[in-house]
Structures are given as C-alpha cells and as structure tokens.
Nanobody, 126 residues
Framework: QVQLVESGGGLVQAGGSLRLSCAAS????????MGWFRQAPGKEREFVAA????????SYADSVKGRFTISRDNAKNTVYLQMKSLKPEDTAVYYC???????????????????WGQGTQVTVSS
C-alpha cells in the first residue's frame, strides 16, 4: 500500500520561500515518477511539477517555472518542492502524488493515474 506524507507547509509572506517534502512508503520509490499538484479554494486541482523516476527530467506548470524546483532523494524515499518568490496566488493545499505505473516520464505527468497524499496547506500573505 502506497503512502505519501507531505510536510513543510505553512504561512509565509509574499516573496518568501518554503520547501515541501513528501515521504513515500509501500513500494520501491526510485522506480516511479512523482509530482505535486495544488488546489486553491473554489478552484480545481492543478498540476504544479513532476520529476521522472530517476530524477533526470522535470516538468513545471507555466505559473511556477523559474520559481519552484522539484527534486528527489531516492535514498530517503522523499520528493521535495522548493518554492521561492512566493505570491499570494500560490496559496493552496499542495498535494504530493506518485505515478501508479513504473518508469514514467515527467512529461505530461498530469495525465497519469496517481496515488495522492493528504495535502499540506501553503498560505502566502500579501
């Protein structure tokens, strides 16, 4: 059974930084692509970033390119989302996800069938 546990959310001022972590368990972490999504109040869940199974390629939503960085540490079974230059519009619940199929790409990760974490709140004040 795949489990994903996010941490690192909180309240930050606009222009600040946060790093989200997602600890995975229940299968061989290094064989699967991972991603982050977010959902703001009253809006649909949207793709943020993804990283392929080996960590050699990534993809990002246009809204976060140049500000957010996804990475993974396969030795720690953990994926990270480093967020910089945060804006009030980044306020959302951030969800970690894990591809259900092995050896997936970061490209078009948002089309995959994935497992979900419980989410962590990120609030950016203006």
């Amino acid at each position: 059974q795949v489990q994903l546990v996010e941490s690192g959310g909180g309240l930050v001022q606009a222009g600040g930084s946060l790093r989200l972590s997602c600890a995975a368990s229940g299968r061989t972490f290094s064989n699967y692509a991972m991603g982050w999504f977010r959902q703001a109040p009253g809006k649909e869940r949207e793709f943020v970033a993804a990283i392929n199974w080996s960590g050699s390629s990534t993809s990002y939503a246009d809204s976060v390119k140049g500000r957010f960085t996804i990475s993974r540490d396969n030795a720690k079974n953990t994926v990270y989302l480093q967020m910089k230059s945060l804006k009030p519009e980044d306020t959302a619940v951030y969800y970690c996800s894990a591809d259900k199929a092995p050896y997936g790409l970061a490209y078009k990760y948002y089309d995959r069938s994935v497992y979900w974490g419980q989410g962590t709140q990120v609030t950016v004040s203006s």
